[in-house]
């Protein structure tokens, strides 16, 4: 049975099984490649997007469940081909390594600054809680992420 998604912005509709999971529709039936398959535990982060404006770990969501629902990916962040805020002070803070944890830290940061875009140090280190970087050492991610809340 098909499932009716909207993704992006735009009305799609897969023809998955309804416990697919829902990184794997992403990527392989709509080639949207930015989030990552790395644990496929909910443990990392790496494939985390936004299901109705909050962040998921999309391996562990059924497609199922999805029917309807707003996704957003990381390709959604820049408007118009203009990276975001949160885009631009990571890439200025020189932040990326491999990239694999990248996107989903991103999304995670994403929702987070809508909700708290004033946010101390700490409070983002504990929004970081269950992505894991193995290259960066979290620092220079943590202090773009502070930059960013205090320009805001």
Known sequence: MPTNLVINGED???????????IDVLRDEFFLTGAKVACREG???????????RPV???LVPLGTVEGRDVRTVESLAVA?????????????DVVQCGMCFPGILMVLTSFFQERPHAERDE?????????CRCTGYERL??????LARRS
């Open 81 to 93: 081909g203009e990276p975001s805020p949160l885009q631009l002070i990571m890439e200025e803070h």
């Open 43 to 53: 443990i990392c982060g790496a494939c985390t997007v936004h299901l109705d404006g």
């Open 12 to 22: 799609r509709i897969s023809s998955r099984g309804s416990m697919t999971p829902l």
């Open 142 to 147: 943590v202090d773009a992420a502070v930059a």
């Open 124 to 132: 983002i280190k504990a929004a970081l809680v269950g992505n894991i």
């Open 57 to 59: 770990v999309s391996c």
